[in-house]
């Protein structure tokens, strides 16, 4: 297991010896194994690894939607292990943008009320949370789009409402779980580039579950899991691709 940075005033995801398992008795699986992670602000960061290996449990620890059985999470400087449920879903609500792997839309909701959610949860009128989830809508490349009901649309399409509505309220830490598997080339070139001017915006990052290789140029930091633990963490070279002391099996 690779040795944790020091604490950093840039640290806004800050994993400690955190332990997850699934089951009782003789069918108990350990998932995460006294894992140790660390993310900063202005950074993109990507989590790689064979399917299984305990990504998307890391990353649904991180959002707050799942809780540990050991160990410490702290976001933003918050312990996420001693918030109340409440207190829990108002932080989320307040400082994570989560894009699932399954879209989550709401099928009675146009594209505009679906990406527009957030917004009203923090108290926003209709009119003023319809015009944000426009604009963002834009910026994904579906302005035009707006008044579909999900089912009209694509299952790339249904994916970019999906990031859109969870950028809409501008969230300072924006986590993903394979993002760009349903978008062709051109459609996740736009996507990556979003999230790039996010996580260069002041005060945030991003956080990206991901077997896709074509986005690891985007990275600022790749770590790579194996068997429930962090096993090697490379920053990003200058060359556009990451290179890894072992194979990174995608």
Request: glycine share 8%.
């Amino acid at each position: 297991m690779p040795d944790s940075p020091p604490p950093s005033d840039n640290i806004v995801i800050d994993v400690r010896h955190v332990e997850k398992s699934f089951g009782d008795g003789s069918n108990r699986i350990h998932v995460l194994k006294r894992v140790d992670f660390q993310a900063q602000t202005g950074e993109i960061t990507m989590l790689v690894g064979p399917s299984g290996c305990g990504k998307t449990t890391l990353l649904s620890a991180i959002a707050g939607t799942m809780r540990v059985d050991s160990g410490e999470i702290r976001v933003f400087g918050h312990s996420l292990e001693k918030m109340s449920g409440p207190a829990l879903t108002r932080f989320r609500a307040q400082k994570i943008g989560f894009i699932f792997q399954q879209f989550n839309l709401i099928p009675t909701l146009t594209v505009a009320e679906n990406v527009g959610v957030p917004l009203l949860i923090q108290g926003l009128s209709n009119g003023k949370a319809l015009k944000r989830s426009r604009d963002i809508l834009e910026k994904v490349g579906l302005g035009d789009r707006w008044k579909e009901r999900p089912n009209k649309l694509s299952g790339g399409q249904q994916q970019r409402v999906a990031i859109a509505r969870a950028l809409v309220h501008e969230p300072p830490l924006v986590i993903c779980d394979e993002p760009t598997a349903a978008l062709d080339a051109q459609n996740g070139e736009i996507v990556m580039d979003l999230f790039r001017q996010v996580a260069r915006s002041a005060d945030r990052s991003v956080i990206i579950v991901t077997h896709d290789n074509r986005i690891f140029s985007y990275a600022d930091r790749i770590a790579r899991m194996d068997d429930g633990e962090i096993v090697e963490v490379k920053e990003q070279d200058t060359g556009g691709q990451p290179h890894f002391e072992h194979p990174v099996h995608v």
